[in-house]
């Protein structure tokens, strides 16, 4: 059992809890931190949602010590990852990550075929990391900051910046230090376009509230929504018409930034397929939502 590890803070990453920790101990090497924390089995630590919880869980002090559960809902992307999913699989992935790496997860959302829609560096929120310190003494990884097609902090309307940490790697970045190393783009004052900061809102609210979405009413608001907008005629879905519509609605600026494609060739058959059902990652049917001015329930 561990003998101390720190508070979670307020949307704070695990992973980010566990660099802080392994820090302030000063682990060898990272290898070695990882092992301790993680288990034998582990050599390297997924920031959005880590695996072999239950190694984890089970050596923390008994005093302030926090439930699988609890850690899964507010301290990991998992919420987020699953919101399209049935109560019944849910709670199979959640016994899953217990034991299983963060694989089980990236396979049941689609994340292996759809990498592109994977964040791949850590980001932060400038005007976020100063409250921060003044709050808590330091930095660290907001989950906000981290979700799929969020490119705007939610709380004070700005992009975010990417450090050189990556969300999926062999160490433990404390967050204090990378920001420091982190740029600061001189001049860099351009407002967020107003689908991103509703984008950013709804993914959120996702996460935050764990509101679940279903795929069956998805199917049956996309089908009226693009019958109203009569690119869906008897049953047949006029694809170039629903791809061009769906490009001016969402710009292509906005398309490339959230690496959407945006071209009618590529998005006509993306519309077909999500309005059958057949993509399973959140952010695809958020983009789909907002394209048909459909809210987050």
């Given at each position: 059992m561990l003998g101390w590890f720190p508070e979670l803070y307020p949307d704070e990453l695990l992973a980010s809890a566990c660099a802080r920790y392994t820090d302030r101990l000063e682990y060898p090497t990272q290898h070695t931190a990882v092992r301790e924390l993680f288990g034998a089995g582990c050599s390297r630590v997924a920031y959005d949602v880590p695996g072999h919880l239950n190694h984890l869980v089970?050596?923390?002090?008994?005093?302030?010590?926090?439930?699988?559960q609890e850690i899964l809902y507010k301290h990991t992307l998992f919420p987020f990852y699953v919101s399209l999913h049935s109560a019944e699989r849910v709670a199979q992935l959640e016994r899953q990550i217990g034991e299983a790496p963060s694989t089980v997860i990236y396979k049941a959302v689609g994340m292996i075929q759809y990498r592109k829609r994977c964040v791949e560096l850590l980001r932060f929120c400038l005007k976020c990391a100063l409250e921060d310190e003044v709050l808590y003494g330091e930095p660290y990884w907001h989950r906000n900051h981290q979700l799929p097609g969020v490119l705007v902090c939610t709380k004070h309307g700005e992009f975010l910046r990417p450090t050189k940490v990556t969300m999926h790697g062999a160490c433990l970045m404390?967050?204090?230090?990378?920001?420091?190393?982190?740029?600061?783009?001189?001049?860099?004052?351009?407002?967020?376009?107003?689908?991103?900061v509703e984008l950013a809102n709804d993914a959120r609210r996702i996460l935050e509230d764990n509101i679940h979405l279903s795929l069956f009413l998805l199917r049956q608001q996309y089908r009226v929504q693009l019958e109203a907008m009569r690119v869906l005629r008897k049953g047949r879905l006029l694809t170039e018409k629903a791809a061009d519509g769906f490009i001016n609605r969402l710009s292509p600026?906005?398309?490339?930034?959230?690496?959407?494609?945006?071209?009618?060739?590529?998005?006509?058959?993306?519309i077909k397929q999500i309005a059958a059902g057949h993509i399973y990652h959140p952010l695809d049917h958020l983009v789909m939502m907002r394209y048909l001015q459909i809210p987050v329930p």
């Open positions: 089970g050596q923390l002090p008994s005093q302030g010590s926090y439930s699988p404390r967050a204090k230090y990378e920001i420091q190393r982190s740029p600061i783009p001189a001049g860099n004052d351009s407002k967020p376009d107003r689908i991103l600026s906005v398309l490339q930034r959230l690496s959407f494609d945006s071209h009618s060739k590529g998005v006509g058959p993306w």
